[in-house]
């Protein structure tokens, strides 16, 4: 069954320092989204993207995140400026139709990011 | 209020008894619900969607009450392998939400023997 694949598992990082999260969607999926969960917390929303742009993006999403599609199977979010709190596991998801079709959403493994 | 309010638990159940699991979600505007479920320190997992006339998946059987906006999962038989931490999860309708899934606490489960 295809996956959605994450790199690396786990990155630490310095408080200032720029991270680069990779996601390797599912090939024919044409929705990505970035999912966060802070330890012992919810996972939550972070930033939805379709069509070379986004297309939804919570508060948490401010300036310091930003996400690229570089070539048709790399997703990629980067944080510029790490903050303590950006310790979480960060999850990418892909699916087909986008939950407007109630296509599900596929997982990755995860990224566990810890700033120190 | 929590937009997906669930009951942390932990559940502790012996094998084979059967456990239900309730949620209850705040925005009126959802349209879609599913249960997912978590291993630890692991991605979540699609389990079932919930549809509005109820469905069931072997074991599982899911109930949507949207005039009390409430979400039950049930676990009939259960294995050792049940044991995970279940979310309740929500989608509103309308604008460029292509996947905005909003995510319950969930509640933990175990199954012992």
């Known amino acids: 069954e295809p996956e959605v694949t994450q790199t690396p598992s786990h990155q630490v990082t310095q408080m200032g320092q720029e991270v680069i999260l990779r996601c390797v969607p599912i090939?024919?999926?044409?929705?990505f989204y970035w999912y966060r969960q802070i330890l012992g917390q919810k996972v939550e929303f972070l930033v939805s993207f379709y069509n070379n742009e986004i297309s939804e993006k919570s508060e948490i999403f401010d300036d310091q995140f930003s996400v690229e599609r570089p070539d048709g199977s790399n997703f990629t979010l980067k944080i510029r400026s790490t903050k303590l709190e950006d310790s979480a596991m960060y999850f990418c998801?892909?699916?087909?139709?986008?939950?407007?079709?109630?296509?599900?959403?596929?997982f990755g493994n995860g990224t566990r990011l810890t700033v120190t | 209020r929590k937009e997906v309010e669930q009951d942390p638990g932990p559940f502790n159940v012996p094998e084979g008894a059967t456990v239900a699991f309730n949620c209850t979600y705040s925005n009126s505007a959802s349209q879609s619900f599913f249960w997912y479920r978590q291993d630890c320190r692991k991605e979540p997992k699609l389990l079932m969607s919930v549809y509005s006339s109820g469905n069931e998946d072997g074991r599982f059987t899911a109930q949507l009450n949207r005039a009390s906006q409430y979400i039950s999962l049930l676990i009939r038989d259960s294995k050792l392998s049940d044991s995970a931490t279940y979310l309740c999860?929500?989608?509103?309708?309308?604008?460029?939400?292509?996947?905005?899934?909003?995510f319950g606490q969930g509640t933990i489960l175990t199954v012992h023997p």
């Open positions: 998801a892909s699916s087909y139709r986008g939950l407007v079709g109630n296509s599900p959403l596929h």
């Open positions: 090939s024919n999926h044409l929705y």
């Open positions: 999860v929500c989608r509103a309708a309308g604008g460029t939400s292509y996947g905005k899934l909003t």
